[in-house]
């Protein structure tokens, strides 16, 4: 988030043409690109994409940055960034407003000119464009039989904010409680993964199909076919590609009643509110193996390509076209 925007304008430069659009993510420094790039740049209108921002985005006990009071630039960058650009798109009507209601609290902690103002300025020009998801390429991959064991899923990061802790605990009592499944942990293992992988590993070793890395698309596509529900534990997602693509592959959902889920699924029937009903309803989930609830997939597959392209490009063409419409005004 630092050096990214003096490379990237570097490269700008040495290019030999001038695009009608310029499209960036939040880890971009944008005003610092567009201050490298001023005599090429300007007059070219610039879309803001945010994936995820440094606001709202929880950080891990283990980053210094935080007692080392190095973390509020990285969220200084968002908001300057999104000051600097002519749109901005958020991947969900949550993080949308989960970054104006936190922006509010952020600039209020400076001792003076807050700069509150600019909240307006910014939600104004703010709006929601999905994710695209190649989700049809896992339509060859459909395997339609059913499992022996209904087959519980986790195809998230290997990270704290994906509270894999309630995963695997809650796992592992319905283990020592009699409840009988099969595991399908995905991801990629990193050193200094929370330390629950491993006791997982070891205490569900009897349950476990497979475990970790899926070496190919072809191989980690079977493997969510292969699962029955996909329980979502995470205490921060802004879209959740992984949690989309399993409920595509006819996973039942288990998911918290809160953060971006509820705008994917509209059954309640898939959600909980507190740890407890996390595991009660798994419990359920588990005896109703084989007669699963009928889960609406409408708003699910209408984020593959095939639909949101058409969203992506009417979003900038008429951001394109207002631009140079100001331009001749």
């Not at 995470?234 to 959740?240: D, I, L, P």
């Amino acid at each position: 988030m630092h050096g990214g925007a003096v490379t990237l304008a570097s490269e700008f430069l040495q290019m030999n043409f001038i695009p009608e659009l310029i499209i960036c993510t939040d880890m971009l420094d944008l005003s610092v690109f567009l201050s490298l790039t001023r005599n090429k740049s300007q007059g070219i209108p610039v879309a803001l994409y945010f994936h995820e921002n440094q606001l709202c985005y929880p950080w891990s006990p283990d980053d210094q940055d935080v007692s080392l009071n190095r973390d509020r630039h990285y969220a200084f960058i968002n908001y300057t960034s999104a000051l600097s650009a002519d749109q901005i798109y958020f991947n969900s009507v949550f993080h949308k407003n989960q970054f104006i209601k936190d922006l509010g609290q952020f600039l209020s902690e400076f001792p003076d000119y807050k700069n509150l103002a600019t909240i307006a300025a910014i939600e104004k020009k703010s709006e929601v464009l999905y994710l695209g998801v190649d989700l049809q390429k896992f339509d060859r991959y459909k395997n339609d039989s059913q499992n022996k064991l209904p087959v519980l899923l986790w195809n998230h990061r290997w990270e704290y904010d994906k509270n894999p802790n309630l995963f695997f605990n809650t796992l592992i009592e319905l283990k020592n409680e009699g409840y009988k499944f099969e595991l399908i942990v995905l991801g990629r293992s990193y050193p200094r993964e929370p330390d629950i992988f491993k006791t997982a590993q070891t205490q569900l070793a009897t349950e476990i199909i497979h475990w970790g890395y899926a070496e190919s698309f072809s191989d980690y596509a079977r493997l969510l076919w292969a699962a029955d529900i996909v329980p979502i534990t995470s205490n921060q997602e802004f879209f959740g590609i992984s949690a989309v693509e399993a409920i595509y592959c006819n996973n039942v959902p288990l998911l918290p009643n809160r953060l971006c889920y509820p705008e994917h699924i509209a059954d309640l029937k898939c959600f909980y509110n507190t740890t407890a009903e996390f595991k009660k309803s798994l419990e359920l989930l588990i005896r109703s193996h084989g007669s699963y609830p009928k889960i609406d997939l409408n708003k699910i597959k209408s984020y593959d390509w095939s639909h949101q392209i058409i969203r992506y490009d009417d979003a900038f063409s008429v951001l394109s076209s207002n631009f140079a419409q100001n331009i001749i005004d």
